[in-house]
Nanobody, 124 residues
């Protein structure tokens, strides 16, 4: 089992910034990569970004490329999502997740463990 605790969500204005954190504990040696997804009511969970556990490879959804940055702190077993130039369409509940495999990076079903989610609201 891997436990994930997210923090850092909240309210931001259009063009503003927020940083999300996701701390992992438990069987972290099984983790191959960590990802961030987001979801709005009635919609499917959407891939945002992912990073290998080593931190040497990252992936981004086209909608956030150039605005969001995913990174990790090896010593703290924590992954961050720095979100800049926020837009109203970034409003969602953001979830972090871990995967033990190395395939299908953008597919939520390929992730094994999930955090509880943190709300991000971008207002104009």
């Amino acid at each position: 089992q891997v436990q994930l605790v997210e923090s850092g969500g909240g309210l931001a204005q259009v063009g503003g910034s927020l940083r999300l954190s996701c701390a992992a504990s438990g069987r972290t040696f099984d983790i191959n990569r960590m990802g961030w997804f987001r979801q709005n009511p009635g919609k499917e969970r959407e891939f945002v970004a992912a990073i290998t556990w080593s931190g040497d490879t990252t992936w981004y959804a086209d909608s956030v490329k150039g605005r969001f940055t995913i990174s990790r702190d090896n010593a703290k077993n924590t992954v961050y999502l720095q979100m800049n130039s926020l837009k109203p369409e970034d409003t969602a509940v953001y979830y972090c997740a871990t995967a033990s495999g190395d395939l299908r990076v953008t597919i939520s079903r390929s992730y094994d463990f999930w955090g509880q989610g943190t709300q991000v609201t971008v207002s104009s």
